[in-house]
Antibody, heavy 121, light 113 residues
Framework: EVQLVESGGGLVQPGRSLRLSCAAS????????MHWVRQAPGKGLEWVSG????????GYADSVKGRFTISRDNAKNSLYLQMNNLRAEDTALYYC??????????????WGQGTLVTVSS | DVVMTQSPLSLPVTLGQPASISCRSS???????????LSWFQQRPGQSPRRLIY???YRDSGVPDRFSGSGSGTDFTLKISRVEAEDVGVYYC??????????FGQGTKVEIK
């Protein structure tokens, strides 16, 4: 059974940092691109960042470019999102989602339950 | 970036009646391999998104056959043949062709009249 379990969320002050993790199981993690998607309270889905299976292709939403860094450790079946210089508008539920075997493709067939990030003083 | 526009944004439906959601992209979603990477997601209240349809018209495993997807190029539709109570939620279209980024539609809230 495919499982994606996010962790690392919490309450953080503006300007501070947070690192999210996503633990994957039940599939060959190193065969798939992976993505982070967020959802602000009461709002729609917003793609944040994605990474190819071997980390050679990375992508970021304009809203987080230069502040967030995506990475993965295939040996640990884990995806990460380092979030620096956090802003109030980054407050959201952050989902980890499986991509396809390429970064362009049908992805999103599995999602985690999300981890909540709240940026507030 | 590709802009995805859904309509309507709110869809009150009667149980047992059909429902249809439109999604238009600002440019063609046909990828260089000939496939069109347009997906539909359902998000029930308090739950994570669930993919229903991928590559325009392919249903994911376990998705009831009352859900169907169609379209091509820049114009796509999700249809529910007979709405059931468990179909209440928000539906999103998403393109995965022009990455980065993935882009989602604004979401269509389906509710029972």
């Amino acid at each position: 059974e495919v499982q994606l379990v996010e962790s690392g969320g919490g309450l953080v002050q503006p300007g501070r940092s947070l690192r999210l993790s996503c633990a994957a199981s039940g599939f060959n993690f190193d065969g798939y691109a992976m993505h982070w998607v967020r959802q602000a309270p009461g709002k729609g889905l917003e793609w944040v960042s994605g990474i190819s299976w071997n980390s050679d292709r990375l992508g970021y939403a304009d809203s987080v470019k230069g502040r967030f860094t995506i990475s993965r450790d295939n040996a640990k079946n884990s995806l990460y999102l380092q979030m620096n210089n956090l802003r109030a508008e980054d407050t959201a539920l952050y989902y980890c989602a499986r991509g396809s075997r390429r970064v362009s493709g049908p992805g999103g067939d599995y999602w985690g339950q999300g981890t909540l990030v709240t940026v507030s003083s | 970036d590709v802009v995805m526009t859904q309509s309507p944004l709110s869809l009150p439906v009667t149980l047992g009646q059909p429902a249809s959601i439109s999604c238009r992209s600002s440019q063609s979603l046909v990828y260089s391999d000939g496939n069109t990477y347009l997906s539909w997601f359902q998000q029930r209240p308090g739950q994570s998104p669930r993919r229903l349809i991928y590559r325009v018209s392919y249903r994911d495993s376990g998705v009831p056959d009352r859900f169907s997807g169609s379209g091509s190029g820049t114009d796509f539709t999700l249809k529910i043949s007979r709405v059931e109570a468990e179909d209440v939620g928000v539906y999103y279209c998403m393109q995965g062709t022009h990455w980065p980024p993935w882009t989602f539609g604004q979401g269509t809230k389906v509710e029972i009249k």
